[in-house]
């Protein structure tokens, strides 16, 4: 079949997204006078937990309400802290899903482990607590990641195993699981607050736990001396606090002070982007569209970052699914790069050139047998971009486009 581009964008006739995605600045009046006001008292960088550091740690106590926060340069910091900090390393592996940023694959290497590759579930982007419970051979941990908001069922992966889970919370600021904030159900979690996540500092990350042995080894790691001579209450740390253990992992505090004010704005995004897919959930039902989405209870909340749905019928040819949906203006995004089958996963002397650690460790390249639902949700599953400001017209036009484009897809392959 040949299609005509329409001037709106849309193949011809075919319904397509006409407004613009709708925005307001990532960073508003509050992110500048903020950055103005440390600019003039002329400390951009605080060695040790200095006011501005200490409200953005507090500000994540409260959301999670997690006992501790520890600020970081980035959320990849903050994740090899927090895996060094539950005990991970060359002994045994730590269990990792494919549907997740690389860092959350990397940063095992960071902490001198290596990663072991466990299927997600069936209709959701999470880890399996089933093939948890199946996986062959011996680790130190898991990482679970909250993948696109969706928060990972903690309660089922700690009933899987009797090992630390560390939460990747990258995708979900503020989400919820059976009442409970997420990063306060594993031994740590870990939030980025990079640009592209829902609350951002430009650059930066935090880790949450209740354990103040991981919470005091997470600071050996790369926070400076000034701050764990003050804090460092464990004889098996104190020697650590003439020195630390050579990283450089502080949070600058420009980027606190964005993150501060960005979170005081997140349960407003939050409400709005729930808004919209509700909205966007009713239109597409109307239109009878094979679309579900992974199932979030009336006891969690989801964190925004990209909205995963799933084609409920066999997607044969997802590049023409893609090709439809992004002539016809619907704003979806690609997953992330099949992290399993990258030559630095696949080859381990690629990646012992690296981490020569490696060669002495278990580490088997992730195989596809062992990743059937991941596979399967790589043809059969979307993200979407949902806005964070009202916008039910927008919402509107989306779910007729891609409705449209889902059905044309699926019947043309
Ligand atoms: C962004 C992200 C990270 C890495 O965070 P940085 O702040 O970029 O280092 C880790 N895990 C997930 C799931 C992410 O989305």
């Known amino acids: 079949m040949t299609d005509s581009a329409d001037p709106v964008g ?31 008292e002329g400390h951009l960088s605080d060695i040790d937990r200095g006011p501005r550091i200490a409200a953005l740690e507090d500000a994540f106590t409260t959301l999670t309400g997690a006992q501790h926060a520890l600020s970081f340069n980035s959320g990849t910091a903050s994740l090899h802290s927090a895996l060094h900090g539950v005990g991970a390393g060359a002994h045994g ?17 960071q902490a001198g482990s290596y990663p072991v590759f466990c299927d997600i579930e069936p209709a959701s982007p999470n880890l399996s607590a089933d093939s948890l419970a199946h996986l062959p051979g011996t680790y130190s941990a898991v990482l679970a990641t909250h993948a696109w908001g969706i928060p990972a069922r903690m309660d089922e992966l700690a009933s899987a195993t009797a090992l630390p889970i560390v939460e990747d919370c990258s995708h979900a600021h503020g989400a919820v699981y059976r009442g409970r904030p997420v990063g306060s159900w594993g031994a740590a979690g870990c939030f980025s607050l990079q640009e592209s996540k829902s609350v ?4 930066g990350g935090v880790m949450t736990t209740s354990n103040r042995q991981v919470y005091e080894r997470a600071l050996t790691l790369g926070h400076h001396p000034q701050r764990l001579q003050r804090e460092l209450t464990l004889a098996s740390l104190r020697p650590m606090a003439a020195s630390g253990a050579a990283y450089k992992y502080r949070m600058p505090v420009l980027s606190a002070v964005v993150a501060t004010e960005q979170l005081r704005g997140l349960p407003a995004r939050m409400k709005a982007a729930e808004a919209n897919l509700a909205t966007l959930r009713e239109v597409l039902a109307s239109f009878d569209a094979p679309i579900t989405f992974p199932v979030v209870d009336e006891t ?24 439809r949906l992004t002539q016809a203006k619907v704003p979806i995004r690609p997953l992330y790069e099949d992290w399993a089958n990258v030559p630095l996963l ?24 062992m990743l059937a639902n991941y596979y399967r949700a ?7 971009k949902i806005p964070h400001i009202p916008a039910p017209d927008y919402m509107e036009q989306v779910a007729t486009a891609m409705a449209s484009a889902v059905h044309r897809a699926l019947s043309d392959s």
């Open 10 to 40: 849309g193949s011809a006739g075919q319904p397509a997204v006409t407004l613009p995605f709708p925005r307001t600045a990532k960073y508003g009046a509050a992110e500048t006078e903020a950055v103005l006001a440390v600019m003039q």
């Open 93 to 109: 592996g730590v269990v990792v899903s494919p549907m997740t940023w690389v860092s959350a694959i990397t940063a095992v290497f």
């Open 200 to 203: 951002s500092g430009g650059e």
């Open 300 to 323: 969690s909340v989801r964190g925004w970052y990209g909205t995963p749905l799933i084609i409920t019928l066999p997607v044969h040819d997802p590049q023409q699914l893609w090709d």
């Open 346 to 369: 696949q080859h381990p002397d690629l990646a012992a050139r690296y981490w020569p650690h490696l060669a002495h460790t278990a580490y088997t390249p992730p195989s596809r047998q």
């Open 378 to 384: 790589r043809r059969q599953m979307l993200i979407l």
